[in-house]
């Protein structure tokens, strides 16, 4: 690519407890250049950032492009941001992430304009504006992955709350007796349905003796096992594997029940690892929605999965970042 005359480029950043991707994007959408590295949380918030800034130039450089093309950085972040200070005030997936002031951070690195979302709430938006909401006033996205988060959109604009932190929908709490969740809660949805969750409770079946497939497909190893080793032994077949998932997705369908029945959305978009599970995950939840959400807005609501995928959070930065 040559270098381009300054064109609004936003730089986007997809900040997860697993994964960083960082891509250039155009404002209609267009994804110029993209870059995919691992978190590696467990080193500290420091060593993340760090990361972050070196794979700031590196796409830059790559791209042939200089900071000036750029208008903006956009950094969607798991976890309980205040968006107003771009601060991430608490990460459950990101471990000693309390008050971290990421906003300045970032743009006292680069010199760049750069604000801070919530990664689900951006993915909101990026569907919204991009992918599978589009001309859809009232949605509202689940990211379903490690972890689970929500965004909002009502009357066609995200729904933020007073302070930033809205769409927590993975910390509403499902089960009052349930295990208790990294966020200090007890019960949480991402507890119960979350990707982390079909791993832990395959893990937990087959140290108790359960006969599936799933270890074989974890070639013999209790840890190797995440919620894609389930959902590979459970297209098997494997009756364990089908189980352990139907399970989630009735915990999901009780999560959006209430969401149904609390802000009657046209859509439910469920995005993240586990959406690629596709019908296997959500038909059961659909199920769940029809037999307890209220009748009317049980009818009302489409449940579908992105048509963003990984792209979502980095596309709604973009879109976050038009409306500046």
């Not at 009357?155 to 966020?183: F, M, Q, W």
Request: contains cysteine; charged residues 15%; aromatic residues 4%.
């Amino acid at each position: 690519m040559t270098e381009p005359t300054k064109q609004n480029l936003v730089l986007s950043i997809d900040l997860g407890g697993t994964k960083i991707v960082t891509a250039i994007v155009s404002p209609t959408g267009e994804i110029i250049s993209r870059q995919y590295k691992p978190t590696l949380a467990e080193e500290g918030m420091e060593a993340v950032v760090n990361r972050m800034l070196t794979t700031i130039d590196d796409l830059i450089n790559n791209t042939n492009l200089i900071s000036s093309s750029l208008s903006t950085i956009g950094i969607a972040a798991a976890g309980a941001i205040d968006s107003v200070k771009g601060t991430v005030t608490d990460s459950p997936n990101l471990p000693g992430w309390h008050n971290i002031p990421l906003k300045d951070m970032v743009e006292g690195a680069t010199g760049i304009r750069t604000f801070v979302m919530n990664d689900a709430s951006a993915a909101a938006l990026g569907e919204h504006s991009f992918g599978a909401g589009r001309g859809v006033n009232n949605l509202i996205y689940i990211t379903v992955s490690t972890g689970i988060g929500g965004g909002i959109i009502i009357d066609g604009k995200l729904y933020n709350g007073v302070s930033g932190s809205a769409g927590e929908i993975g910390h509403t709490t499902i089960d009052i007796n349930g295990p208790r969740c990294s966020c200090g809660n007890i019960g949480c949805l991402e507890m119960l349905a979350s990707g982390k969750a079909v791993a832990r409770e395959a893990q937990r079946q087959i140290s108790h003796g359960a006969r599936t497939t799933i270890i074989e497909v974890a070639e013999g190893e209790l840890q190797n096992i995440t919620a894609q080793t389930v959902a590979v032994a459970a297209q098997k077949g494997d009756a364990t594997a089908i189980a352990i998932i139907s399970k989630a997705a009735s915990y999901l369908g009780v999560g959006m029940v209430n969401l149904v029945n609390i802000f009657n959305p046209e859509m439910i978009i469920v995005g993240g690892g586990m959406a690629k599970m596709g019908d296997m995950l959500l038909d059961g939840a659909r199920k769940v929605v029809t037999e307890r959400a209220f009748q009317l807005p049980a009818q009302v609501v489409r449940i579908v999965p992105s048509q963003l995928g990984d792209n979502a959070g980095i596309l709604g930065a973009v879109a976050f970042a038009r409306s500046l």
